[in-house]
């Protein structure tokens, strides 16, 4: 069993893209070779934010809904595991149904494999590969009080997808007067966006003098 | 046959997990911070890691260098006899006979052109004990004056500048000094990529509310989130420091009791700054005048301030100078010598602050002490039980050696832990030069772009494969140890140095059984010196997780910080301004070549690439060198990302597919320089030299993009 008090916290704002997480994921010994993370840029041409993307383990697991073979099982302490080689079919309606885009279908073996919060170290007692190497805190692994108390973000657990909230146990850090994150389809459709940019690259063109 | 080819798997497979025969605590063997790893070693090779979560460092983080550096076990390209040049290609031969052959190579040049004509190039990835060999081997055993490093390529205009300031040359802090800063100031140092583990300490400091100000010329990772990001011209560094320093006295943001009491040299500086202006700076370095305000308010009024630099400022021909305006800060503010309040230079190479204290530089005899003071000089030749008469003098730099292998004066050359194919400014100057060489020797574990030159090859030791203390770019002694032995024939590089030296030397002048002998040297030759490594021993060194210097006494506790009080390593205690006019870069943009092309590294690979560019999992990450450019240049040039651009400047060309990003100054470009041949950024650099620390000016050339004809190529 992991701790009850050792949750895992996400921050991309602190990600400095080096992708160490990928790369020690894949040292991991239950799935050597093969990193169940990965790392992605959020708009290169833009900017440099990279946003590491791990498992957000779902108290309500639209992967494990979807899937049609009961491949994919929940642990009591709330960690949602890979797909069982047993019973995984290979389907991909979890790579599908994940709303963060976590699953991904392994061709060579015919089956579905993700993160499982290194179940093998967490239930140990020890972090996470990816938190253990992460040089920036991007990634963290402990608990609730000492994360608010060294930060000054604040986690959330709540994701809102349209008319649907999901709730996880990986907590991301978001700025204080948040209370969830409301992905609006509309930024992400070019040309539809009101928000502001709000990174210093951003207005890089802008700052630089003649 | 030599690769570079890349290695996807570890040695043994991926079975080999979970099984391992032993965990070797030791130490990453990339960049100076020397993050802390444990290796896991099976049937005598390194097949993975496990975080060392114990090294306070670094506590487990790693960079994805480190986390891959172990693909370099069992690699397919590794060295494994001495291998000796013939007409059809290198062929294997015997140690002995390849240790006489090099000898006798030696010994015929010396004697038909001088002493000096021969020449030892190292590097500052080597251990201390291996640096303390090469300067005693090339002085002692060869008696040549030319003997350099590829520090010269590093952070050596920071280690001159900090020697003329403070009178001593280390990074002012630990890292530990950073989260207690309230303003840090990061000047051309891209710590997410090149010192990734520094960020914690950077974000941390965030935490606790500091201001992040960092002065580049490219959004960079560290830069994306910064308070304030100064994207200054590149080659304009001096200036815009007189101008943060201008905008603090006008304000009256200096502490006068400390210039008083500390320093010496402040009214020349402050007549000097008085013409940089936010208007003038601003003019000069392309940065408003109003974020170069805002820069000196962050500074000028926090309670404590650190400033960290690295290539991006120490890469110039003014490189000393861009330093010296820095410490001008830190000093007209006080802020130095206390905690949360200093200054480091962010050192590159693993042992980029070992590798230049005791005596594989030019200039320098072991522990910082300088090869033209008469009392130096006695000291070590008395301590190596040598005439202080046959100790040579100055030597040239390892950047000024390839203009004398093309005037002739030298005719030999023996090199280690250096690819200067790939490092050095101007490449085909350089390949030039070593062709023209009559002898060239190469110790190198892999067969990098420079061996491919040489007249024999003889396979050295991996990091891993030896033991010896590293000193990190905080000052901190750490200790490497031998995880495995050297595969096949290749040997520790000690012992090579060694055999060899031993050709020319008596055997009580090397007399080592193991690198722990030599430390015992070296330590007891630094006794008293300005580099004091007396106290400091290996079992100290793991009991302490590491012990930074000057450690005079076994019973001193090391000296984390240094200046505290005040105090200044000059005779007089104090420090010293240096008054600083800003001038151009070497070569300035014209009609003809219009745009400025700076150069860098990438997170994935490290220094030349003779490592990196074998490991394929890093390979993968960043698999080519890619032209950064702003939209606003590839509308101009009429590119868009991926898209093959041609880079041309006065010394060659280069043609490579563009990134087009918002991230990057409009007026600049720039390419990462781990790569050889066609695709080597050095081929465009300029070599041209600092005047003090004949450092190159990598960091900033006048180029001219087009789009490559002929389209996309393979």
């Known amino acids: ?210 | 046959m030599y690769g570079p080819h890349l290695n996807e798997t570890p040695a043994g497979g991926w079975s080999t997990a979970g099984e391992a025969d032993k965990l070797v605590k030791t130490h990453c063997c990339f960049c100076g911070v020397q993050c802390g790893i444990q290796l896991k070693v099976k049937d005598n090779q390194v097949v993975g890691f496990e975080p060392w979560e114990e090294f306070p460092v670094n506590r487990g983080m790693l960079c994805p260098k480190g986390v891959k550096r172990y693909l370099q076990g069992g690699h397919p390209d590794r060295l494994l006899t001495p291998l000796i040049r013939t007409e059809s290609g290198f062929r294997p031969e015997s140690w002995e006979k390849s240790i006489d052959l090099v000898a006798e190579r030696i010994r015929r040049i010396q004697e038909k052109y001088g002493r000096d004509s021969f020449a030892v190039i190292s590097g500052a990835s080597l251990t201390n004990e291996k640096a303390y060999l090469m300067g005693k081997f090339a002085r002692v055993a060869l008696k040549t004056k030319n003997i350099d490093y590829n520090g010269r390529l590093c952070m050596v205009a920071a280690g001159a500048a900090s020697r003329k300031a403070f009178g001593v040359d280390r990074a002012a802090n630990p890292w530990s000094d950073l989260p207690l800063a309230k303003c840090i100031i990061i000047a051309g140092s891209n710590i997410g990529e090149c010192f990734p583990i520094l960020t914690d300490y950077i974000w941390r400091a965030r935490d606790n509310g500091a201001k992040i100000i960092v002065i580049d010329p490219r959004a960079t990772p560290i830069g994306r989130t910064a308070d304030l990001l100064l994207p200054v011209k590149p080659g304009r560094d001096s200036a815009l420091m007189n101008g943060i320093l201008h905008v603090c006295i006008e304000k009256g943001w200096i502490d006068r009791d400390f210039i008083m009491k500390s320093t010496n040299g402040y009214d020349a500086v402050r007549a000097t700054v008085a013409n940089y202006t936010p208007a003038r700076t601003a003019e000069i370095t392309g940065v408003p005048a109003a974020l170069i305000e805002r820069a000196a308010e962050y500074w000028g009024t926090a309670a404590t301030a650190m400033l960290v630099h690295a290539r991006g400022i120490e890469h110039h021909t003014k490189g000393v100078e861009n330093c010296l305006t820095c410490i001008n800060l830190c000093l007209a503010t006080g802020k130095i010598g206390k905690p949360g309040s200093g200054y480091a230079m962010i050192t590159g190479q693993g042992n980029g602050q070992g590798g230049r204290e005791h005596g594989q530089r030019c200039n320098q005899l072991p522990s910082g002490r300088d090869i033209e003071n008469p009392e130096h000089r006695r000291l070590v030749a008395e301590r190596w039980g040598v005439p202080e008469s046959e100790l040579p003098g100055a030597g040239l730099a390892s950047t000024e050696m390839m203009e004398a292998i093309h005037k002739g004066e030298i005719k030999g050359l023996l090199s280690i832990c250096i690819n200067p194919v790939v490092s050095l400014p101007d490449a085909a100057y350089t390949r030039a030069a070593l062709e023209k060489l009559e002898f060239f020797g190469v110790i190198d574990f892999f067969m990098s772009e420079t061996a491919r030159h040489a007249d024999v090859v003889l396979p050295g030791s991996l990091q891993e494969e030896d033991e010896g203390t590293i000193t990190t770019a905080e000052g901190r002694v750490v200790l490497t140890k031998q995880a495995v032995t050297p595969p096949g024939e290749a040997r520790e590089d000690w012992r090579i140095i060694c055999d060899l030296a031993r050709k020319f030397a008596p055997w009580d002048k090397f007399p080592y059984q193991c690198p722990e002998d030599i430390f015992r040297e070296l330590r007891t030759v630094s006794r008293g010196g300005p580099i004091d490594y007396y106290g400091i021993t290996y079992d100290r060194i793991e009991k302490e997780h590491g012990v930074f210097w000057p450690c005079p006494e076994v019973t001193h506790p090391g000296t984390p910080r240094l200046y505290e009080g005040g105090t200044f390593h000059h005779p007089d205690g104090k420090a010293r301004f240096h008054a600083v006019e800003y001038r151009p870069p070497a070569e300035d943009v014209d009609a003809e070549y219009p745009v400025i092309l700076t150069s860098g590294r990438v997170v994935s690979q490290y220094l030349s690439g003779t490592q990196t560019r074998r490991i394929g999992p890093l390979v993968q990450q960043y698999p080519e060198p890619l032209v950064e450019m702003h939209p606003k240049m590839a509308a101009s040039v009429g590119v868009r990302t991926g898209e093959q651009v041609t880079v041309t400047s006065r010394r060659g060309s280069v043609t490579l597919a563009c990134q087009v990003v918002k991230t990057i100054r409009p007026d600049t470009i720039f390419i990462p320089y781990h790569w050889a041949g066609e695709k080597s950024a050095n081929r465009l650099t300029i070599r041209a030299l600092d005047p003090i620390s004949k450092i190159p000016e990598f960091k900033v050339c006048a180029v001219r993009v087009e789009k490559a004809s002929g389209g996309p190529r393979p």
């Open chain 1, 1 to 210: 069993m992991i701790d009850a008090d050792q949750e895992f916290f996400l921050d991309p704002s602190r990600c400095i893209g080096c992708q160490a997480c990928f790369h020690a994921c894949a040292e991991c010994d239950t799935h050597r070779g093969t990193s169940m993370i990965h790392l992605e840029y959020a708009d290169r041409a833009e900017s440099v934010q990279t946003v590491p993307v791990v498992c957000m383990h779902c108290d309500d697991p639209a992967c494990a809904n979807a899937c049609p073979a009961d491949a994919i099982k929940k642990t009591a302490d709330g960690i949602v595991q890979s797909s069982l080689q047993s019973r995984c079919i290979g389907c991909s309606n979890c790579v599908l149904a994940c709303p963060f885009g976590v699953p991904k279908y392994v061709a060579k073996i015919d089956q579905m494999m993700k993160c499982d919060q290194c179940y093998d170290r967490t239930s140990t007692g020890k972090r996470p590969m990816c938190v253990t190497v992460c040089p920036s805190g991007a990634l963290a692994f402990g608990t609730r009080e000492e994360i608010e108390k060294k930060r000054r973000e604040r986690p959330i657990d709540a994701f809102v997808f349209g008319p649907q909230i999901v709730h996880t146990k990986v907590q991301m850090m978001m700025p204080l007067h948040a209370t969830a994150l409301d992905l609006d389809l509309a930024d992400l459709v070019e040309g539809a966006s009101n928000g502001p940019k709000t990174g210093l690259e951003g207005r890089l063109p802008d700052l630089v003098g003649r």
